[in-house]
């Protein structure tokens, strides 16, 4: 196998091992071009960006983890910012307390259709998942147009239907396990990582990627568990850049 190209939020990209990195571990070249906090506009960047540097071809395998409606990223000095989950940010974030979340279907649709269409026109090898359901925490987002609009339903009832896997990697994950109990505490500040451990996504690939389940993925998750330490998130995320570097 040659390369693997993987995007997508933190379900995809984080401080240990993600599904993306089981799978990676089989290829010749593997690239994971995932952003934390991302939304799917995001994505499509990265994806375009992606195919400018590396030419993506027949031969390359392509796997997009799309993230919710409910993210959204903006321009600030030149820079790009994810702001990851918008709930949580509206009460101190005043950019995104107007945030419509009209728009986070919106752009979604722009995003997911776009990209099926480049990969379909170059005839690519690629498969879409989703890190989270779709429509997460869509109840509790505050400025939320309750209007009922054909428009919006027909853009969120195409995106269900044509793009979006059935279960989510988040929803698996919850049914599967007792998720938030056994998420991991960072001994720093006390708190619940919140994502899908090593563990759960090796588990992931073993139920929907069962051809990279393969002793290489799981020489790497035994040696990942072996170096893991909870102190702080910065300190595993560091442990696991060294590791990623001998193999």
Not at 27 to 50: H, M, P, R, T
Not at 113 to 133: C, E, G, H, R, V
Not at 156 to 166: A, G, I, Q, R
């Amino acid at each position: 196998m040659k390369r693997l190209f993987t995007f997508g939020c933190s379900y995809t990209n984080w401080c240990w091992p993600t599904w993306a990195d089981y799978i990676g571990i089989n290829f010749q070249e593997y690239y994971n071009l995932a952003d934390s906090g991302c939304d799917n506009k995001n994505i499509l960047f990265n994806v375009l960006q992606a195919d400018k540097t590396h030419k993506f071809t027949k031969d390359d395998t392509i796997i997009v983890m799309f993230t919710s409606f409910n993210r959204c990223s903006y321009f600030k000095n030149y820079e790009l910012y994810n702001v990851g989950d918008v709930v949580k940010a509206q009460d101190n974030h005043p950019m995104i307390n107007k945030y419509p979340y009209e728009a986070g279907i919106y752009d979604s649709w722009i995003s997911a259709n776009s990209i099926k269409t480049i990969f379909d026109t170059k005839d690519l090898n690629y498969q879409f998942i989703q890190a989270m359901p779709y429509d997460f925490m869509w109840k509790n987002h505050k400025v939320l147009n309750t209007r009922t609009d054909i428009k919006y339903s027909t853009l969120v009832k195409d995106y269900n239907e044509s793009l979006y896997v059935k279960i989510s990697l988040d929803e698996w994950a919850r049914k599967k396990y007792d998720f938030d109990s056994e998420q991991v505490v960072w001994q720093d500040n006390g708190m619940n990582d919140g994502h899908p451990t090593m563990k759960m996504h090796l588990d992931f690939v073993k139920a929907f990627f069962p051809q990279y389940y393969t002793e290489k993925a799981t020489d790497f998750y035994d040696l990942n568990v072996k170096h893991f330490t909870d102190d702080s998130q910065g300190k595993q995320g560091k442990k696991f850049e060294l590791i990623k570097k001998q193999i």
